[in-house]
């Protein structure tokens, strides 16, 4: 008989919400289920944005020392070389590398689409980029630049690499979501933020939300069998964004937070484990899927159309770069 105990604790965390997110959760999942590491990925190709630091750069080593082929994205090349050569050195894998490309510009994702796809199959795809902006800012094509690099650039990015994740039957996309969304609900209208409203946490809940929203749409325009979508939250992690949360809220939370490896630890999971293969369009934490809200006025009167609004709109600007 299955031992109910991690079942009933993992409940419990989730109930308690502050259990769940901190290291307290992730250390009581992963002693009571036993987790193991993810197979070898030798043989595998990844693309992920923004691992040059935090979340993205522990992943991206934790994949290379795995055994795959990890390409990162970023924006500067200071920074790009200094990751790599620290990635490097991390995984003892020479199949490191990075393309210069800022996800909030939709000609630049044109160009990194084009390199990825040039070199064959691509298995896993990750969108982490999710900087805080303290300012409002616009991308080059015009939009505000949270929603340019966190929805419009990462949806570009996807469709322009279908055929190659699909080559590898499946492939994977992996979106890194973030505890903000569960504060917002999904409204179109007010999703771009203007000078006058502007917030840089705000703007990004939105964002995570319309995210999760995308992400079950895109479950209706590609078959499982060729790429499957997930979207995934890391817990309350100590990384450079939460730096930039609410003073009060880091303060408090700091003691419990989780180092960047357990923050990243789902996230390698989904890209190796064949869990990750049985469905398409779920919401993860510490290897479980997990409800998307905590609080009833978060849910949407008609996900459906939500989803449909949202896709068609991101279509209508992306079509043309």
Not at 52 to 76: H, I, K, M, P, Q
Not at 139 to 163: D, M, N, R
Not at 193 to 222: C, F, I
Not at 281 to 303: A, I, M, N, Q
């Amino acid at each position: 008989m299955k031992n109910p105990v991690p079942t009933v604790v993992d409940k419990l965390l989730e109930i308690s919400v502050a259990g769940s997110f901190s290291r307290v959760g992730y250390a009581a999942r992963s002693r009571l289920e036993g987790w193991i590491d993810p197979p070898s990925l030798a043989g595998r190709t990844v693309l992920i944005t923004d691992a040059t630091s935090g979340l993205g750069f522990e992943a991206a080593a934790r994949l290379a020392s795995l055994g795959a082929a990890v390409t990162f994205v970023a924006r500067d090349e200071t920074r790009a070389r200094a990751a790599k050569e620290a990635l490097t050195v991390r995984s003892s894998n020479q199949r490191i590398d990075f393309l210069l490309g800022d996800t909030s510009d939709l000609v630049a994702m044109r160009r990194v689409a084009e390199s990825v796809a040039a070199r064959g199959p691509l298995d896993v795809l990750i969108h982490n980029a999710g900087a805080v902006s303290a300012s409002r800012a616009l991308s080059p094509q015009g939009y505000e630049l949270t929603v340019a690099a966190q929805l419009l650039g990462p949806f570009h990015l996807t469709h322009l690499l279908l055929e190659a994740l699909g080559a590898t039957h499946p492939g994977r996309v992996l979106t890194v979501s973030s505890a903000g969304m569960y504060s917002r609900r999904f409204h179109l209208t007010s999703l771009e933020m203007t000078p006058s409203n502007y917030d840089g946490n705000s703007a990004n809940a939105k964002v995570k939300r319309a995210q999760l929203v995308l992400n079950h749409e895109w479950v209706h325009h590609v078959s499982p069998d060729n790429v499957v979508f997930h979207a995934m939250h890391p817990g309350w992690t100590h990384t450079p964004r939460i730096n930039r949360s609410p003073p009060r809220f880091y303060s408090i939370a700091k003691p419990w937070l989780r180092t960047p490896a357990q923050g990243a630890d789902t996230l390698v999971w989904l890209a190796g484990s064949r869990q990750s293969i049985a469905t398409s369009g779920d919401f993860w934490l510490d290897r479980h899927p997990r409800f998307e809200h905590k609080v009833p006025w978060t849910r949407s009167r008609d996900p459906g159309r939500d989803q449909v609004t949202l896709w068609d709109w991101c279509v209508e600007r992306t079509s043309d770069f």
